[in-house]
Nanobody
Framework: KVQLMESGGDSVQVGGSLRLSCAAS????????MEWFRQGPGKGRVGVAL???????DYANSVKGRFTISKDHAKNTLYLQMTSLKTEDTGMYYC???????????????????WGQGTQVTVSS
């Protein structure tokens, strides 16, 4: 069974930085599109960053210029580097992977086949 395991969430002050990790097992992170979603308090899941192949990424407008998605082939791990954090970045962050299609643009959550358990990010003023 495919396993996705997020880590790196923490409580930080406005303007701080965090790096989230998504370790995959029984799944090649280079094979299909992967995406980071977040779910804020009382809100639904929203895609924030997508990685398909090297040089193929997409970001939500709210995080452009502040977040960077990347991968490490040797560790079979997807990352999300977050800088200049804002209170509105608060939420549970999920790693998701799709196995039936690929895209160079953000995809809605209905497209994804596999999900991690999430890691909490809290940004305080």
């Amino acid at each position: 069974k495919v396993q996705l395991m997020e880590s790196g969430g923490d409580s930080v002050q406005v303007g701080g930085s965090l790096r989230l990790s998504c370790a995959a097992s029984r799944y090649d992170v280079s094979r299909r599109s992967m995406e980071w979603f977040r779910q804020g308090p009382g809100k639904g899941r929203v895609g924030v960053a997508l990685f398909d192949t090297e040089g193929t990424t997409d970001y939500a407008n709210s995080v452009k210029g502040r977040f960077t998605i990347s991968k490490d082939h040797a560790k079979n791990t997807l990352y999300l580097q977050m800088t200049s954090l804002k209170t509105e970045d608060t939420g549970m962050y999920y790693c998701a992977a799709v196995d039936t299609c690929t895209s160079n643009r953000l995809l809605a959550d209905r497209w994804f086949d596999y999900w991690g358990q999430g890691t909490q990010v809290t940004v305080s003023s």
